[in-house]
C-alpha cells in the first residue's frame, strides 16, 4: 500500500499526517509527503525577484515538520516539494503517476467569497483523484 499526504503549510498539517502515519505503521504502508510551493506564473516579475525562493523555503519547513511528526510515529517518509500553480493537479497527478492507493488530505476550512471563488484543494483532490481520498479535519 502506498500513501500520499498532501501537506500545506498551514497550522493543522499535524493531524493528517499523524493520521496517515498511524495507517501505514499498521498497514506496512511506505508514506510520501508531498507539498506544493504555490506560485502565480509572473510572481518574481511583480515581486522582489525571489519569492518563489522563499515560497520553497517555507514549504521545505513544512515537510522538515510534518516529517519530524511521521518520524515519530514510527514512519520514515518519503519527501516530494513541486512549485506550481494548481496544488490539486499536482496531488492528484503524483498519485495517479505514482500508483498510490490513498490520498491523506487536511482542510483548510477557508470560508466565504475565497472559498467560493477558488474552492478548496481538498474538495479538488476527492473529485478529481483516480484513487481514494480521505479528508482530515
Not at 21 to 47: P, R, S
Not at 50 to 59: D, G, K, S, V
Not at 82 to 93: A, F, Q, R
Not at 105 to 117: C, D, E, I
Amino acid at each position: 500500500m502506498k500513501i500520499l499526504v498532501a501537506v500545506d503549510p498551514s497550522d493543522t498539517v499535524f493531524l493528517p499526517v499523524s493520521k496517515a502515519a498511524d495507517i501505514a505503521k499498521k498497514e506496512g504502508a511506505e508514506l510520501t509527503l508531498l507539498t506544493v510551493a504555490e506560485a502565480e506564473e509572473d510572481m518574481n516579475n511583480y515581486l522582489d525577484g525571489n519569492i518563489i525562493e522563499r515560497l520553497r523555503e517555507q514549504a521545505t519547513k513544512t515537510l522538515d515538520a510534518a516529517a519530524a511528526v511521521a518520524r515519530g510515529a514510527g514512519v520514515t517518509p518519503k519527501i516530494e516539494l513541486e512549485t506550481g500553480l494548481s496544488p490539486e493537479e499536482y496531488i492528484v497527478d503524483t498519485a495517479k503517476d505514482g500508483g498510490f492507493d490513498l490520498i491523506v488530505t487536511g482542510t483548510r476550512g477557508k470560508k466565504g467569497v475565497r472559498r467560493l471563488l477558488l474552492g478548496s484543494v481538498a474538495s479538488k483532490v476527492v473529485t478529481l483523484a483516480s484513487c481514494s481520498v480521505l479528508v482530515v479535519r
